[in-house]
């Protein structure tokens, strides 16, 4: 029976052989067919009747995917090979992971004592060769790991790829008349698919075998690695021991000889003290070299660590992409993120070391040549050196020699690792930095915890009460006993302290009722009473904020198993309640926001209640976001947390923002001391943010996005936070403000009087009034609160990117985002969701600038600079079309349209267009020409052919003008270049008025002149230059005619001045008697010719 199996076995194996060596054989036959045509082909040798059947490429093609079959399986055969002796190598990997381990145990500190110091450096330079072999391999075992798991991904994809392939060339093969030559080349492309198909079957099905085999390795070499490490750190060690101790066996030398000198001369003397100064310096910079020494192991540790970190990341950013264990391992990496402390003061101390490195280079040069230094030190000497004192100056010489070579290589020893720390440093701020950004971007946008929808709310029951059994485990009453004096002692502390304050509250607030008495008077105001205030309103703050710390303080260390830890969220909690404590004590109705800052009590009753709901609300927010920083919860399990945001940004979004619409109103309807209206814009964006912010943050946590919503809530109540001290801090400056204004106007009030009072002392009781009465205290300096005022605007903007940069980093993982992808072959441009939010966000700074550029020039440069009329215009215009372009310019750019296209796309369209729409880029160019040469200006007067009024508007295509009916007409810039016009106001204002008087024949005329020039000089409008005019034109038959002119200084008074003249002459002229001459004319009816002519009306009407 036996004989049988063995006997089928050979049978088999016999088979098989024959079938490989026939397959071989075959391959070989092919092959050599095609590399014989291709060679034929190319002597021309070839038969003619083959010629036209053969195609070069195709021939070259055929060959290569021959020789790619081959090639694939080669590599099956050699992953077969593996994996049948992959059991084998994973024991011997085991058993060498252990002897790894085993070794790092039992590496003891004396391991190199023996060593000398040659030896050490030799063997220092051996282990961190491997080391580096060791790191190079971990990054390949990194690699594989992760090609190995993307194989799970890609495979199936290639095999239906090969597929679809061996079914369309199949489809030819049956459908195509075609050539051996092409069959040849399908039938090659067949098999590598087959062969591709098979090598990919194999791999696939046994990837986790290779990914095991992998990660085997890797824990091998990361075994490895900690033996190196371990050894480099002792040899490090010993070696720097070494080194010191052979620093102090030189300097003890030197002291040795100094001691055992008996030569008095002092130049010996000052050579041996030199020399023991130089040894102590030695010993010195080998120390200093030993800590650096220590600090470069340190430093390549992190940055090894840190590297291996990144590695780590990426794998599993890439394995577990799109599940919510993502988010929990994303966390735990950034908790576990290396922290190193950098030295700051390398650049400092390497450029020490470098100057010390010269100074002694010149003392070794110095010393260089014996005979020539001990010449130069001997020649001021009075008498010779004898023979002896000569051998010991050379021998002190000598051994200075030695020392500054040693102290110059222990300096560039120093140099040489100061520059690697550097280096070192710098890379692991950049791979930090980086890991850092790459882990905060993908926690942003990676879901945390599974939506809500009906699952989660049929889990959610059990997940609320396994969540508080997790929380329960962290209340004990096993600190009592131990914490139970100290607590006591500490909460005593505190309390005393608020009880001394509760003692002297009253009079702290009857000091705060007396400056209040004091704010918004002319003499007894100042600068200081409102800190002073601020000051008093934050002690009587201060001991509900000590009984709300003591009381947590008590709970936490007595009920909690880690009281430090409970402790920082208790003092957060109390910076809180103080904060809000402070706000409510300055909302008071006799607080500081009413008496010291003018805001009204109604509004602050309001805001008060604002603040009041606010204070549990973001407790609320707080309080729900302690469960997800505990590591056996987290985000995902998180339920009770994300339940409650979701109630607090309701309250915020139903309760909290119709209390802010009310403050609003009533803040705004109370007027300022001077009558103006208060500006509620910030309140107004604050109410915005109160619509949208809940909404977003409700939806986030409903998607899944918790960690995300708690996030945006915290850099919320940051800002939050920030508006609240900016708001009145702004309100301190311009308290300051108005108390420096009040004082400058009360000063020149005085000066002012005491004028009037030396120029009329004779009636100075007729002028006693109280000086506080005559001048109203809200009187303040508007240049100087504008320039406050955008100042502050400024330090809100700041503070607020300062709270909220870390968004930018974060932002950037939306440039993996692609939207568009374009490719011409030798360039992909993509536009991704980061383009596309950058170019919009350059539109919105581009229209807010256009919408406020305005405003902000009159504050910076148009109140301070006296300019011509309609030069203001022109630089606002100016300003107006240089934002536009730029940003346009910056949102092109943004979307990946580079200048040079934009400048071809211009080009092409002002030729384009400049054929079809000449007129209009007539009128743009004239408009540009306008702008520039300013014949007309914003507010001139102007006349274009029957069009008459004052310019508007100067655009680049059209001008506007108000005519006397109150209509805008738009005129083409054109008409204002290639037409006449006349500008009234161009150089001169003033213009000339004409109208004509007719004075009877008979009258005064002397008196009737009289009259007018009375009349002219009543006029207020009426200029003295140039003067005004009477002519007398012509004899009329019953009249004199007289014209008159007068001139008005500004177009607007020609029609008011018009009318005063022609009612004040007409009313003179009356007074006296003089009458105007009409024209007459005398008509004679005669009796029966009227009766005739009646009769025939009424006839004919008839």
């Given at each position: 029976m036996m004989f049988n199996k063995a006997w089928w076995l050979i049978l088999f194996f016999v088979f098989c052989s024959a079938s490989i060596r026939a397959e071989t054989a075959q391959e070989q036959v092919v092959e050599e067919s095609v590399r014989n045509q291709i060679s034929a082909f190319k002597s021309g040798t070839l038969e003619t009747e083959t010629v036209a059947n053969v195609d070069s490429q195709t021939l070259n093609t055929t060959l290569q995917f021959i020789e790619r079959t081959k090639k694939q399986k080669s590599d099956i055969d050699a992953l077969e090979k593996q994996l049948q002796k992959l059991p084998q190598e994973l024991l011997e990997i085991e058993a060498r992971i252990k002897d790894y381990k085993d070794a790092t145990d039992s590496l003891k500190n004396s391991a190199f004592d023996t060593l000398s110091l040659d030896e050490l450096s030799r063997k220092q330079a051996e282990i961190q060769s491997q080391l580096q072999t060791v790191q190079v391999t971990l990054g390949e075992l990194?690699?594989?790991?992760?090609?190995?798991?993307?194989?799970?991904?890609?495979?199936?994809?290639?095999?239906?790829?090969?597929?679809?392939?061996?079914?369309?060339?199949?489809?030819?093969?049956?459908?195509?008349?075609?050539?051996?030559?092409?069959?040849?080349?399908?039938?090659?492309?067949?098999?590598?698919?087959?062969?591709?198909?098979?090598?990919?079957?194999?791999l696939t099905t046994n990837a986790e075998k290779l990914i095991e085999l992998d990660e085997e390795k890797r824990s091998e070499a990361a075994a490895k690695q900690q033996l190196l490490q371990k050894q480099l750190a002792i040899l490090q060690e010993v070696l720097n021991a070494k080194r010191l101790k052979a620093s102090e066996q030189k300097a003890q030398q030197v002291e040795n000889q100094q001691v055992k000198n008996e030569i008095q001369n002092f130049l010996i003397q000052d050579e041996l003290e030199h020399n023991r100064e130089l040894s102590q310096f030695l010993v010195k910079q080998t120390q200093l070299l030993n800590t650096l020494s220590q600090d470069d192991l340190r430093t390549k540790n992190i940055l090894e660590g840190l590297t291996q970190t990144q590695r780590n990341i990426e794998e599993q950013i890439s394995a577990l992409q799109g599940t919510l264990v993502l988010s929990k391992v994303i966390n735990q990496q950034m908790q576990a993120l290396p922290t190193a402390k950098l030295n700051n003061e390398l650049a400092t101390s390497i450029a020490n070391v470098r100057v010390h490195i010269f100074e002694y280079s010149q003392q070794r040069d110095q010393i260089y040549t014996l005979e020539e230094y001990i010449r130069t030190l001997t020649q001021s000497l009075e008498e010779p050196l004898t023979d002896e004192e000569n051998q010991a100056l050379n021998k002190l010489l000598k051994e200075r020699q030695k020392l500054l070579d040693d102290i110059i290589k222990s300096l560039n020893s120093q140099l040489n690792v100061s520059i690697n720390i550097e280096n070192n440093q710098k890379q692991i701020g950049a791979i930090s930095g980086a890991l850092q950004r790459k882990l905060q971007q993908q926690s942003f946008w990676v879901n945390s915890n599974n939506p809500m929808g009906l699952d989660w709310i049929k889990a959610f029951p059990k997940l609320a009460f396994s969540e508080i059994a997790e929380l329960t485990k962290y209340v004990s009453f096993s600190n009592v006993g131990k914490n139970l004096l100290p607590t006591v002692l500490f909460t005593a502390f505190f309390l005393l302290i608020s009880f001394l304050l509760n003692w002297k509250k009253k009079a702290i607030k009857d000091r705060l009722f007396k400056i209040a008495g004091y704010v918004n008077t002319l003499k007894n105001d100042s600068h200081w009473y409102t800190p002073e205030a601020m000051f008093w309103t934050l002690l009587l703050a201060l001991?509900?904020?000590l009984m709300f710390f003591t009381a947590y303080n008590l709970?936490?260390?007595?009920?909690?198993?880690?009281?430090?830890?409970?402790?920082?969220?208790?003092l957060r909690l109390t910076l809180y309640w103080w904060f809000f404590a402070t706000v409510l004590s300055l909302l008071r109705p006799n607080g500081l926001a009413y008496r010291h800052f003018g805001m009204p009590q109604q509004s602050n009753r309001i805001f008060q209640r604002i603040i009041k709901q606010s204070i549990w609300i973001i407790g609320l927010l707080l309080i729900s976001s302690i469960p997800s920083q505990?590591?056996?919860?987290?985000?995902?399990?998180?339920?009770?947390?994300?339940?409650?945001?979701?109630?607090?940004?309701a309250l915020c979004l139903f309760v909290v923002r119709p209390l802010l619409d009310r403050g609003i109103t009533e803040y705004q309807n109370a007027k300022t001391e001077d009558g103006t209206i208060r500006n509620v814009s910030l309140f107004k964006l604050l109410r915005l943010v109160l619509i949208i912010a809940p909404i977003l943050l409700i939806v986030l946590i409903v998607l899944g996005y918790y960690y995300t919503a708690i996030y945006l809530i915290t850099h919320l109540l940051n800002s939050y936070f920030v508006v609240l001290i900016w708001v009145f801090g702004r309100y301190f400056a311009y308290r300051a403000v108005t108390i420096s204004a009040r004082r400058l106007a009360y000063r020149r009030l005085q000066e002012k009087r005491q004028k009037i009072r030396e120029q009329a002392a004779d009636h100075t009781h007729k002028d006693d009034i109280k000086e506080e009465e005559s001048i109203k205290l809200s009187v303040v300096n508007q240049q100087i609160l504008r320039v406050t005022d955008l100042l502050g605007w400024v330090v809100l903007f700041g503070l607020l990117y300062i709270v909220w940069s870390d968004l930018i980093s974060i932002a950037y993982y939306l440039d993996g985002v692609i939207l568009f992808e374009s490719n011409d072959g030798t360039k992909v441009e993509s536009i991704t969701l980061l383009n596309l939010m950058r170019a919009f966000l350059y539109v919105?700074?581009?229209?807010?600038?256009v919408k406020n550029i305005a405003g902000i020039l009159e504050v910076v440069l148009f109140s301070r600079v006296r300019l011509s009329k309609g030069t203001p215009q022109t630089i606002i215009t100016m300003f107006i079309y240089t934002i536009v372009a730029i940003g346009g310019v910056s949102a092109f750019s943004a979307l990946g349209i580079s200048w040079t296209k934009i400048q071809w796309i211009f080009t092409a369209l002002s030729v384009g267009l400049g054929f079809g729409v000449r007129e209009i880029f007539g009128s743009v160019v004239s408009g540009s020409?306008?702008?520039?040469?300013?014949?007309?200006?914003?507010?001139?007067?102007?006349?274009?052919?029957?069009?008459?009024?004052?310019?508007?508007?100067?655009?680049?295509?059209?001008?506007?003008?108000?005519?006397?009916?109150?209509?805008?007409?738009?005129?083409?810039?054109?008409?204002?270049?290639?037409?006449?016009?006349?500008?009234?106001?161009?150089?001169?204002?003033?213009?000339?008025?004409?109208?004509?008087?007719?004075?009877?024949?008979?009258?005064?005329l002397q008196k009737a002149r009289e009259l007018i020039l009375q009349a002219i000089s009543e006029a207020p409008k009426v200029v003295a230059e140039p003067k005004p005019a009477i002519n007398i034109l012509r004899f009329n038959d019953n009249a004199l005619e007289h014209e008159i002119e007068v001139f008005v200084g500004e177009l607007g008074d020609r029609s008011e001045t018009l009318t005063f003249l022609h009612y004040?002459?007409?009313?003179?002229?009356?007074?006296?008697h003089i009458r105007f001459a009409f024209k007459q004319l005398d008509v004679n009816m005669h009796t029966a010719e009227v009766r005739q002519a009646v009769t025939l009306s009424e006839n004919l009407a008839k």
């Open positions: 990194d690699g594989r790991v992760s090609n190995n798991r993307n194989l799970l991904i890609n495979n199936p994809k290639i095999t239906d790829e090969n597929l679809a392939r061996t079914q369309e060339i199949t489809r030819l093969k049956v459908s195509n008349q075609a050539n051996k030559s092409a069959i040849d080349r399908w039938n090659a492309e067949l098999d590598y698919l087959d062969a591709n198909n098979r090598f990919n079957t194999l001991p509900s904020t709970i936490a260390f007595l009920f909690f198993n880690d009281p430090i830890a409970a402790w920082r969220w208790g505990i590591e056996t919860i987290g985000y995902p399990n998180d339920v009770i947390g994300q339940v409650m945001s979701i109630v607090a940004l919105v700074i581009t229209y807010v600038l020409i306008l702008l520039f040469e300013r014949p007309i200006r914003v507010g001139d007067k102007v006349t274009v052919g029957q069009h008459t009024g004052f310019i508007t508007k100067i655009r680049l295509r059209s001008t506007t003008l108000l005519n006397s009916d109150n209509m805008e007409v738009v005129l083409p810039n054109q008409a204002f270049v290639t037409d006449r016009f006349i500008n009234w106001t161009l150089n001169n204002t003033i213009t000339r008025l004409q109208f004509f008087l007719n004075v009877h024949l008979e009258d005064d004040r002459i007409t009313e003179l002229l009356k007074q006296h």
